[in-house]
């Protein structure tokens, strides 16, 4: 083998090292970016979901549902408010990425609005005049705002785990201890909100 | 907020694409937001609204089995790159994201929070399908996706195996209620007036549904005018006509904004024939605005639009003699049509800009809410080493 031989080997293998290099930090970098959306995602979706429960524990505080409806909705979004002082305390959000079992408690909160706003109970809080019309503009919009939230953050998730199916971050340990994120599926489909499109 | 829109299609040519774009904008910039629109133009003389950047001019290409006006290239591609620059937005927002053209681009080098809307249905492309390993890392950049209809909504579903959030399109609700009648259009309960909107030569549009039904129509109401509004071949549409009905057809070819209100507002039943093809149904929404009763074939973005307590009337697409039946029966109840008006305008509040505006802006807050969760985005940004890594030129399997 000569010398020139040799010379042309060693500089293919350093570029193929170099190129190797550049995709595995490429990788983990795109990784990197997508969990730091999944979590900016999940911490958006409790922020709206804070604003949810308090919005629906102001109706319920309003005066104008009836008391039995008003303590059932109270109940539940007490219920939510407590639960999300519990999670989302740990130094990586991701910790919480599997939202910590709150689903139930959120899907118990929609159907105790949907169970209180009935029809009748619709046209008197928007009727404007009602003390508990802007309470319930806000949980509308908190409403809407937490499927938005949601919608955006299981499209995250799902961006994540297509990058952390692949063979090269599974074999490099690209994701490293970054705990793989769930999509959060619940009932967020409050009546009364404008059924569009 | 200053937002960046960009536009794939001439801004200069009408389109539902531009018209969303340009109404969001101007709209937006009622509320005291800082907007700029990057669109394509074909002709710099035209007057452009002053919050208009042009990325150069849109040329006619075959793309996806049907010819398009789009705009590509080095010099568009700078052009991008400049006004991003400039522009200093907190956030862009894209129209047709994956359409070759300068959304593509914009995504391409975006480095503030996407927001991305989705407008059309499109089948398979197979184009897409080989090009998606090198978009997805782009595409990842999205922070949040709108579709304007549940079939645009299919459609990024299929082709991006992702979801996206329905808003549908905008429509100034009150320029349509408050539109003046126009004596020309006004029918009688013996004359009664029916309206058609669309290109009159496109089979989609359905015309030849109605004008099949016009004569047992005319059998009860002689005297019964269909107008017809819409760009196309009159002499093919007039010839398809039979002679002696020929004069209850009135074609009055294209019409301006205000004509369309006026006709609108003045007749007595709306008629939308359509057979397939539409992914939201703007036009319906109009005419609920306008206070036209609405007859509609059933397809699934029409029952849609018309809501779960239905401000219009379908019938199955594409049955002529179902269509006569209605027409028919609508005009002999007043009652009904009046019921239907109300009930139109009413849900057609639901789609006015106000109410679709700020569900669009409450995407912009979510998508700059997450952007601020997001640690310092790799220093090294700003090289070309950086720039590597960051836009992803790879060819990796997905």
């Known amino acids: ?197 | 907020m200053k937002v960046g829109l960009v536009c794939p299609y001439s801004f200069d040519v009408p389109g539902g694409v531009q018209f969303h774009v340009r109404d969001l904008a101007e709209y937006l910039i009622a509320q005291g937001h800082e907007v700029s629109v990057l669109a394509p133009s074909d002709d710099d003389d035209v007057d452009l609204p002053p919050y208009f950047t042009s990325c150069g001019r849109a040329v006619p290409v075959r793309y996806n089995g049907s010819v398009a006006r789009l705009t590509f290239g080095p010099v568009t591609s700078a052009r991008v790159g400049r006004w991003l620059e400039r522009g200093d937005f907190d956030l862009v927002h894209l129209h047709e994201p994956v359409t070759p053209s300068a959304s593509i681009m914009a995504l391409w080098q975006a480095d503030v929070p996407v927001v991305a809307t989705f407008h059309t249905s499109t089948p398979r492309s197979r184009a897409m399908h080989t090009f998606q390993p090198l978009l997805r890392p782009s595409l990842e950049k999205i922070r949040a996706r709108i579709a304007v209809s549940e079939d645009a909504r299919l459609t990024v579903r299929r082709h991006l195996r992702g979801d996206a959030y329905v808003i549908p399109n905008g429509v100034h609700v009150d320029r349509f209620a408050q539109a003046p009648r126009d004596p020309r259009f006004v029918g009688t309960s013996q004359a009664p007036t029916l309206a058609f909107l669309g290109r009159i030569d496109e089979p989609r549009k359905g015309l030849a549904i109605l004008l099949e039904a016009l004569p047992v129509v005319a059998a009860r109401y002689p005297g019964v005018r269909i107008l017809v509004a819409g760009p196309g071949d009159i002499d093919e549409v007039a010839k398809s006509v039979p002679a002696d009905l020929r004069d209850r057809v009135e074609l009055l070819g294209a019409v301006s904004e205000a004509d369309k209100a006026a006709l609108l507002r003045s007749v007595d039943l709306y008629i939308a024939p359509h057979l397939g093809g539409e992914s939201f149904g703007i036009v319906l929404v109009e005419a609920m605005a306008a206070g036209a009763p609405v007859v509609a074939s059933d397809l699934s973005a029409f029952v849609r639009v018309l809501g779960s307590d239905p401000a219009g009337v379908t019938f199955p697409a594409g049955d002529a003699p179902a269509l006569a039946e209605t027409i028919c029966r609508l005009i002999a109840d007043p009652g009904e049509r009046h019921l239907l008006a109300d009930r139109g305008q009413v849900r057609a509040r639901t789609f006015d800009w106000s109410e679709v505006a700020s569900q669009i802006m409450a995407v912009y807050e979510l998508a700059l809410d997450i952007k601020d969760f997001e640690p310092d985005v790799l220093p090294q940004a700003e090289t070309l080493w950086g720039r590597l890594v960051r836009s992803g030129r790879s060819s990796e399997e997905d």
């Open chain 1, 1 to 197: 083998m000569s010398d020139v031989d040799v010379l042309q080997w060693v500089t293919g293998l350093f570029l193929l090292v170099v190129a190797i290099a550049w995709y595995l930090s490429y990788s983990a970098a795109r990784l990197d970016r997508l969990h730091s959306k999944v979590e900016g995602a999940l911490l958006s979706l409790d922020a709206q979901l804070v604003r949810r429960a308090e919005s629906a524990l102001e109706l319920a505080m309003s005066g104008e549902l009836d008391p039995s409806s008003a303590l059932i909705v109270a109940d539940a979004a007490t219920a939510s408010l407590e639960r999300h002082t519990e999670s989302l305390t740990t130094e990586d959000p991701l910790d919480g990425a599997n939202f910590a079992g709150r689903e139930l408690v959120e899907t118990d909160l929609t159907e105790a609005l949907n169970a209180a706003l009935s029809a009748e109970v619709l046209a008197d809080v928007t009727s404007g005049e009602s003390p508990a019309s802007e309470a319930y503009s806000r949980l509308r919009a908190s409403s809407m705002r937490v499927q938005m939230a949601r919608k955006f953050h299981n499209e995250a998730v799902r961006e994540v785990r297509r990058v952390r199916a692949k063979a090269v971050v599974r074999v490099f340990r690209l994701a490293g201890y970054a705990s793989l994120p769930e999509a959060v599926v619940f009932d967020d489909a409050v009546s009364g909100m404008s059924d569009l499109g």
